[in-house]
């Protein structure tokens, strides 16, 4: 869907995966420091739930590419002509994600079947095809358009090459955050396509062939790979907090029983003494 | 061969190839669980004569690029005149994965003098051939034959990026079956050119400077990549049932003999205490 | 800044950190030979300080980027126009550089906080950043001036490659010892690029067009990279030097108190032998 | 030297050293199968030997293109011009080899000093200087030239991306065989080069525009590749069949003496048995 929400809808998506992804993997990083286990049954479970949920976004995505009112209704081919080729494009995406959602989802549950590391390189392999599909997406547009495209092109890139690494070096926390960052300013960047090419709030338009527009627009993706750093860091930090703190109070209510018992114990001590007396 | 022969010749190769492998290397890994041993003796079998089969494959490959009607018959240069090129570099490409053959061949036969990794290092090497002779191959042509010849580069350069891979991180199921995916792939894919450039069947023919047509491949190629994706999942799975079945029969018959055995040693235990009494 | 002193200023600090680095790294290799301990109280001290200089030197290159002379004052935009691009796409490398120097220090002051590797990730990113904006940013040049910041643009991205191995393979002396090559190989060609578009002592101009002195540049950055290899060698040597001589030194300290000391026994030896005659 | 002369004495440089790798490589890998040893002192004084050689090859180099009739003669900048550029970028391809063999001449006298892997590192870098210095060699020539000329760029940058992993897998024979084979290619191709471009025999020049050229040289190029990977397979085998044969006999000599020694037991033995008697 070439509109606001066309680009608002997937952004949001990568923006939710994102940050729970900046949430999850310091989660189990910490929780797995020092032991070298295989995932509790608990994070077994969460991971089926965000593959449910992955899923079911690409549904979403899917249809409503599909189903929107100037969409391809699922025909392919009508009159001798290929029908929307644009919305096709965008469903086979989603496609691609929601197979990759689908992988995800058999790991964790037949883990002893499936080889640990498929997940991973079908993910790979759905941001490889979307940086595949939008790199040929963007012949003969006007190069504000294709420039803020084709830097969209270089995360899905660089997010195939860092979930292709995790193939290889899996549980490498710091592929990890990478990997969420990019998918933070994958999001982001969805959005910033949106309010340029389609300002949504009655904005004057862009001039799209400025040569002063396309210097900003660089400039500003350096600015969303900091914010995307940032939205992690301060996550990561917020997560950490978290879990040393409720280690403390579940570390004082210990000390707290133990407290009590050595009371008990000393005054039944005390009382005994009291009765041998 | 500029024909649908001339693609569906190597596009059967590599998707008996690919279809085998996705048998192979399933089996192989559920095989070889647990056990960090090296190729039984019937496993080795298997690989040579596999290998086998692809030098006969590609000797037949390059005896019909040279022996075709329209062929060059073995003539190099002629009256000033280098004789059908196309032909020749077509020619190279199965020369090479003949050579690939012979080297997998010899790593099976003399497994302690041929080093480990030469086998995928010269596959790797026969892969890049293929796609440097078609990313030369294809300058002067029309857009849709130039772009769908393209994406068989790509299929080509990934190829033989992860097969050198392999050459570091042997018996990696995961890149194993990412290899075996791009086969089957490539297969499929050549398939397709040769029904979008010679239709077959009288249809019409494709407009190849039509932009949406153009759009549609691209599309196609990731569909190709999810049915090549399918396939694998496929016969993995049907090779995990097929070995979990028969592993079941096979307890059960040791079972069922034990219960023999242990219905036997009863009745003569009732016997003997018969005996006794 | 496009002038000479706007290339001086980030080759100094380039230099500056790769001369440091070209003394650092050896240092701590030769003290680590042999035992893989976490580093040492001093060695993190050490790191601290250096992430603090380098965070220093964005500062002053951002306020300088902003606040000279025909700065945009942190002014972005104005009148519907974009203030300063270039200025602010300088601002944007200090500001990321920055950044990398802060995580750097965050590394090393909570190191059981932080995942080792971030340090590298975002300095890799840091680099990639400024390679992908000097990449956009000379487009529409003279030939030369082009061709001089496309090689900057290399030096980027190798740098930026040989950071992110370190992810993987931290404490690799090769890998440290490649960037500390290409950062000072960085900084002298900041300084060559200031000397050949901004000819700083009133000499002529260059040919911006001319074929020769393009080809004059290429080989000339060759005798960098030569220089750049020759001055961490010559760091090394010297470091190496330094440490046999003060370790001999230290040895024969020791040596001579033992000395003193065998001889203090012999002396008493001899009177107690003495004593006892 | 744009002359056949110019081509055949960095081809045969590089011939000579392939093709001495080709028999060193296989040398290596059987001497230290199972054995996870250090080089030995033999070993070591080769490598001393072959770095001798190759600082040797590259100071004729050098000094060929400088002082060759129509040459620079060590002038850099003449008359407000830059004299003969394509020698001095030759030369200086010449220099940076010449620094990698003094850089492998000192890893293997200072084994404790110099960190492993800086030789391999240095190496690399050689190769991606020469592959940089061609890249920017061709443009404004005619098609054959400058694809002629890619194609060498290509084994340049092969060459470099596998020498730089043996930085991370050192002593991996696969890639070391690579490595051989790429020189060899390297070599043949050097050549091939002087052979199209400047046919030495008096036969009638390449049409350089011809596309069916074109053809032929990139099919050529697969030819020179299946070549050189012959010889290092032919080498590998002479190697290993020398191998075994001296050990055989060297076997067979222990054996006669085992045998003498036991006669000579054998009749002691009935000697003293018949003293006895």
Redesign the interface.
Known sequence: MANFKGHALPGSFFLIIGVWWSVKFPLK?FHQKGKKNRLSQKQQRVEIIEAAVRIFCCVIGFLAEQLVRDGPFFHLYQDD??VK??N??HS?MY??FG?SGI?DMLTYLFTH?V????DR??MC?SIL?EG??FY?HVH?RPPLDQHIHTLLVFIAFGGSITTF?E???RD????E??RTSLAILQGSWFWQIGFVLFPPFGTVEWDQKD??????I??C???H??AA?FIV?INYMLV?CFLARSKKQEQGEIIGIQKLKSDYTDQTALLSSSDEE
């Open positions: 990083h002509h290929w080729m644009m096709w494009q086979t496609l691609f197979i992988i079947i080889p640990l590391g498929v390189l079908v392999m095809n595949f599909l040929y003969n690494l193939v290889l070096h490498n926390i710091v592929l955050l990478l040569e002063h527009n396309i210097m900003f660089t400039m993706f350096s600015w790979c900091v750093l860091a950490y």
